[in-house]
DNA sequence: GCGACAG
DNA sequence: ATCTTGTCGC
């Protein structure tokens, strides 16, 4: 019982650091291997999308993560994953995936099946280094990811318009690295940029579709409960 | 130096 | 992320 099955599908690099220098590192150097020139899978195919996310209890040292793969044109859930470890790295701004990686390799990694699409909590290429969790956690995998984020980060945007579906972009420059997107008219938008191997356009469109309802995603939503409850299972 | 800062 | 009750509204 105490022996998970072994992570084969998507395995933590062996070099996984635990400072902020090594982790800075690593980051300059993924980031190259991020690909943008991929359109992505089309939206409103019946695709199977996943949703990852994570649960802290810092007092007890504990992260709870989940996976959840859901019917793209129904929303339905088809499968649930979870795994529990400890606590391996500070929350630093810009170093969130050295916090939550290795938990969701470990849950995404006991599904049956491969997503086509995985979406994150947090920022792909909107990133100080252009290598946030959704791109990192898409370079590990290999599969397509978005990161889908609550609050803004280190690109400041004018206001969207009000209906849903209205953006204004996340601009770097001239790059346009995300978009602040209204999922529901008169909600706080969300805040969506390319992981790896989707493009932006095809990125929101996910978003809109998986948020018929409420301001994030279901796959959020989904993943979101399921480690809370994994969690204070662990916890007690 | 000071503030801002995904989850 | 997390600490946290009731309350307004569909």
């Known amino acids: 019982m105490s022996d998970a099955p072994a992570n084969t599908l998507y395995p933590l690099p062996e070099d996984w650091p635990s400072t902020e220098a090594e982790a800075t590192a690593v ?48 929303l339905q859930v088809l499968e649930e994953a979870t795994a529990v470890g400890r606590v391996s790295f500070p929350y630093v701004p810009g170093l969130l995936a050295f916090r939550e990686v290795p938990t969701v390799l470990e849950a995404l990694g006991r599904l049956t099946a491969e997503p086509d699409l995985v979406v994150c909590d947090g920022y792909g290429i909107a990133h100080p280094r252009r290598f946030g969790l959704a791109s990192h956690l898409g370079v590990l995998t290999g599969l397509p990811t978005i990161g889908v984020a609550k609050n803004p980060f280190v690109f400041r945007h004018e206001p969207p318009g009000p209906r849903r579906g209205d953006a204004a972009p996340l601009l770097d420059g001239m790059d346009e690295v995300g978009r602040a997107l209204r999922t529901q008219a008169g909600v706080k938008p969300v805040f969506v940029s390319v992981g790896h191997r989707v493009t932006l356009d095809r990125a929101c469109e996910h978003t809109l579709l998986l948020a018929p309802r409420y301001r994030l995603p279901e796959t959020t939503r989904a993943a979101d409960g399921l480690c809370r409850a994994a969690l204070r299972r662990a916890a007690g």
């Open 27 to 74: 980051q300059n150097e993924l980031r190259g291997q991020v690909v943008l020139d991929e359109p992505g899978p089309p939206p409103g195919a019946p695709l199977v999308v996943a949703g990852v996310d994570v649960a802290y209890d810092d007092e007890r040292d504990l992260v709870a993560a989940a996976a959840v793969l859901l019917d793209a044109r129904t």
